[in-house]
């Protein structure tokens, strides 16, 4: 049985239907009890020392924002309960040097099999903005011009299916974007073809970014990713070759995306 945590997220859902579409069994964990796919276990639960691994071959694991727990209690459980193999949902910054490294070396310290995923930010992001398209489309976010190479959550969640349906992943850290650089401007074009309607760019100035990021996220974590969205690194910036070397296709564009979700912003 492979186990999901978080698996009503933004990469936790679509991982739980792609395993269950492959014909594995799958236990959903998550904070609510939500309607899984027709064989799917859910279970009420999150990332904590008390959580429990029974009948699981392999886990998904995340660290929610904010969460200040430790890790290797989890990983005990989970090897002791049977575990073999761990996909860790970690995230680009880490390698760049702006996100603490402590979870990606519980795993790899854990005498389990791992494989950790660092993606660059997540296209689906931009459902921050819905509301506003909605009512007066606009998009406001700060470093209007500076372009990153977001990422499909399905395309991470199609990696961790991999990642946990096969042990050649083992040891790997996969590095995963989307598959061109893309600003700010440029999403809310995206979105406004997507919908069918002009989408305004209005600028933020960072310390209001700022005051927004810090309604979900700690100050430290709000920090690093405007920093990350303001002055991003080469290693940032590049595209990596990870997605298309383990699904044998390109990811994503954002516009794929933003054509899915239009509904939410309509």
């Known amino acids: 049985m492979i186990m999901v945590v978080g698996a009503t997220g933004n990469v936790g859902a679509p991982l739980v239907r792609a395993l269950a579409a492959a014909g594995e069994e799958v236990t959903a964990v998550s904070r609510r009890i939500t309607e899984v796919p027709p064989g799917v276990v859910a279970r009420q639960g999150e990332l904590a020392s008390t959580l429990?691994?029974?009948g699981a071959t392999a886990a998904f694991l995340m660290a929610p924002p904010g969460f200040r727990g430790a890790l290797e209690p989890v990983l005990v459980r989970a090897r002791e309960?049977?575990?073999e193999r761990v996909v860790l949902l970690s995230s680009q910054g880490v390698g760049t040097g702006r996100h603490p490294a402590v979870f990606e070396e519980a795993v790899q310290a854990s005498g389990l099999k791992w494989t950790v995923l660092r993606p660059a930010g997540f296209a689906s992001n931009a459902f921050q903005w819905a509301e506003s398209v909605r009512t007066r489309r606009e998009v406001a976010a700060p470093?209007?011009?500076v372009a990153l190479p977001v990422i499909d959550p399905e395309d991470i969640a199609s990696v961790a299916a991999e990642a946990l349906r096969s042990p050649s992943h083992a040891g790997e850290t996969y590095v995963l974007t989307g598959p061109s650089l893309l600003s700010p401007r440029d999403q809310a074009a995206a979105i406004g073809e997507a919908v069918g309607e002009p989408v305004r760019f209005?600028?933020?100035t960072r310390e209001e970014a700022r005051a927004v990021l810090l309604g979900f996220m700690?100050?430290?974590?709000?920090?690093s990713t405007l920093a990350i969205l303001g002055t991003p690194t080469p290693e940032e910036q590049r595209v990596s070759p990870d997605v298309s070397r383990v699904l044998g296709r390109p990811p994503r564009p954002f516009a794929d995306w933003a054509s899915r979700f239009a509904g939410a912003f309509k």
Do not use: M
């Open 202 to 204: 209005v600028p933020q």
């Open 52 to 54: 429990s691994f029974e």
């Open 218 to 223: 700690p100050p430290e974590i709000a920090d």
């Open 143 to 145: 470093f209007a011009e």
């Open 81 to 83: 309960a049977g575990v």
